[in-house]
């Protein structure tokens, strides 16, 4: 493994950390507020989605198969990787995704 990816690997594996970390405190509240529990949820939801990207790109890190696009199979722009290590898909097709998200 080259040691850009060892450093990303790395990397990846500290930002996992630190989401379960903050994770695990947030499963924990004092008092109980709705407005409080949505916001706790919402962030949940936020970390949640991001530890799963992580492990994604982790998995595809080790199968060899990280920088391409899951959707459209081109390879993934190195300064999109490099400012947003846990893409999984190129911006043109990470824009659709969000667009469609959005509707929603
Ligand atoms: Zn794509």
Redesign the pocket.
């Given at each position: 493994m080259a040691s850009h990816e060892t450093s990303l690997q790395r990397y990846l594996e500290q930002e996992r950390a630190r989401l379960h970390g903050t994770l695990s405190t947030m499963g924990v509240h004092g008092h109980y507020s709705v407005s409080l529990e949505l916001e706790r949820v919402a962030m949940m939801s936020h970390f949640a989605s991001q530890l799963v990207q992580i492990d994604h790109a982790l998995r595809k890190l080790k199968s060899g198969s990280y920088g391409v696009?899951?959707?459209?199979?081109?390879s993934?722009n190195p300064a999109r990787l490099q400012a947003f290590p846990r893409a999984t898909?190129?911006?043109?097709?990470?824009r659709?995704l969000e667009q469609h998200l959005d509707r929603h």
């Open positions: 696009c899951e959707v459209c199979q081109g993934i898909a190129c911006i043109a097709c990470q659709r």
